[in-house]
């Protein structure tokens, strides 16, 4: 069963009357309707009543409703306000732009404005490379979409998707101290997207697409890293396969398996999935059978579009046809990044013995988390109350940490594979229940920066790709 977590959390502001009993009955009927109380605090006190913020946790939004209907239904209690304590996160915006040098008098600001700041700007005119170290291109990250596919929700368009790139800004600073900003583009024009992000880059070191729907994204992501001369990288594609290959490492680990001596199974083939596939190639495992909404991509399969064509004559080597649960029969690993309750007891039955599921999509994975752990030896998903999430919050700032302390102008799959391993490494010991590091593991975002930034060396010795402070 779901449990009620702090996504949709409120605070329910009531009146009621002055008794011993009150705050147990309270309480009481929150509990009654599945309403988990996280505080309890006395704003007013009177001789006959009492006002009182009840915090507590709720399934949904409905489920916040119920829980606010219990209380009013209460002798004598009048609901006053409901908060939605999400929202209140939100309100005003997440981030802020702050000073990094002080502007007390009138010298401070001839060196950091004008008449100081021209020099400046003339050394970075005779010399361009000079604009990271002298600005804050070195260390600030543009978080660019166009809100078309934002988180599980789709195409909510620009203004919709700025709580998640804010967010992701967020998470930029404080995993891995880099400075992002959102561009949220009013555009889903491929040409004007791709044009609209060049003529912004000379203020970034790294360009992070996030939430642009398949297939575009694919195309806009190559062509930018062929236009520009630092990263460009879709974390929706490359940051979940990074971390999906770190924590299959481990989960193979605990159950005695190989990459090459097993079948993987995986559903969904948009951004998420296609990079997974990519990337686990690099590991030349038994078999790949990639899934969508029409079963088993082979070869042949009529209406492939150029990303299921090259996926298909890159898996299912023994050309398997059919359905999910054909697809499941005999595999050894399912990776899940598509919709939720697509298989359930009977399917999961039908995989290998120790088999490892990671059902990936959010908030309702493709098999209820307990069912699966019944029949399968490690379990995955991408909720916090379940062990083993799968978070990108693990790859995308170290990632960038590297890439920015390197100075590299691209990024690389040994990049990603070096940070893919580094995750990897973190857990030391894995088990069942513990495949990946915690989130808020600190010493997570440095192995995968220094993992990164060595990478980067080794590529740029190679000729992969050049970088330079």
């Known amino acids: 069963m779901p449990i009620p977590g702090p996504g949709y959390a409120i605070i329910v502001r009531v009146q009621a009357p002055s008794s011993a009993s009150a705050a147990g009955d309270l309480a009481v009927a929150v509990g009654r309707v599945g309403g988990v109380v996280t505080a309890f605090d006395v704003v007013e006190s009177h001789t006959d009543s009492i006002v009182v913020d009840i915090s507590c946790n709720a399934l949904n939004e409905d489920h916040a409703t119920e829980i606010t209907d219990a209380l009013g239904a209460l002798d004598g209690v009048s609901v006053r306000k409901v908060s939605d304590r999400t929202f209140l996160v939100h309100l005003g915006g997440k981030i802020e732009i702050q000073s990094k040098v002080s502007l007390r ?41 166009d809100g078309s596919a934002v988180l599980g ?35 889903q024009d491929t040409e004007e997207i791709i044009r609209t992000v060049q003529v912004i880059a000379p203020a970034y070191g790294g360009i992070n697409l996030e939430d642009i729907a398949a297939p575009r994204c694919f195309e806009i992501e190559r062509r930018l890293r062929d236009l520009l001369d630092i ?38 083939v948009g951004a998420a999935g296609s990079a997974i596939i990519r990337l686990l190639q690099s590991e030349k495992p038994g078999d790949v059978l990639a899934v969508d909404l029409d079963g088993i991509v082979h070869e042949g399969r009529p209406g492939l579009d ?6 298909a004559s890159h898996t299912n080597n023994s050309g ?43 908030p309702d994975p493709e098999i209820d988390p307990s069912i699966a752990q019944q029949h399968a030896a490690v379990v995955a998903t991408g909720r916090s109350d379940y062990p083993n999430q799968i978070n990108n919050v693990l790859a995308f700032p170290g990632i960038f940490r590297g890439l920015l302390d390197s100075g590299a ?60 402070l």
């Open 320 to 362: 398997k046809r059919g359905s999910l649960a054909d697809a499941l029969v005999g595999a050894d690993v399912f990776i899940g990044v598509s919709a939720p309750n697509l298989f359930g007891a009977a399917e999961a039955a039908t995989m290998n013995d120790d088999a490892i599921i990671f059902a990936l999509a959010n």
């Open 153 to 187: 929700l789709g195409n909510l368009g620009a203004a919709a998707s700025m709580p998640v790139m804010e967010g992701k800004a967020a998470l930029f600073k404080r995993f891995a101290n880099v400075d992002a900003w959102p561009v949220a583009l009013d555009t």
């Open 105 to 145: 008098n009138r010298d401070d600001l001839s060196r950091a404005y004008t008449p100081g700041v021209a020099r400046v700007c003339q050394a970075i005119a005779a010399n361009p490379a000079d604009a990271r170290r002298l600005t804050i291109k070195r260390n600030t990250v543009a978080v660019v979409t």
């Open 306 to 311: 150029d990303n299921l064509t090259s996926i």
């Open 231 to 268: 990263p460009v990288f879709h974390d929706d594609q490359h940051g979940t396969a990074v971390v999906v290959l770190g924590a299959l490492r481990n989960a193979l680990r605990v159950v005695g398996k190989d990459f090459t001596d097993s079948t993987i199974v995986v559903c969904g």
């Open 409 to 468: 102008h691209d990024i690389t799959d040994r990049m990603l594979l070096a940070a893919s391993a580094a995750i990897a490494n973190v857990v030391s010991e894995p088990n069942p229940s513990f495949i990946v590091p915690s989130v808020f593991d600190s010493s997570v975002a440095p192995a995968v920066a220094e993992a990164v930034r060595q990478a980067a060396q080794e590529a740029a010795a190679a000729g992969e790709v050049v970088a330079g």
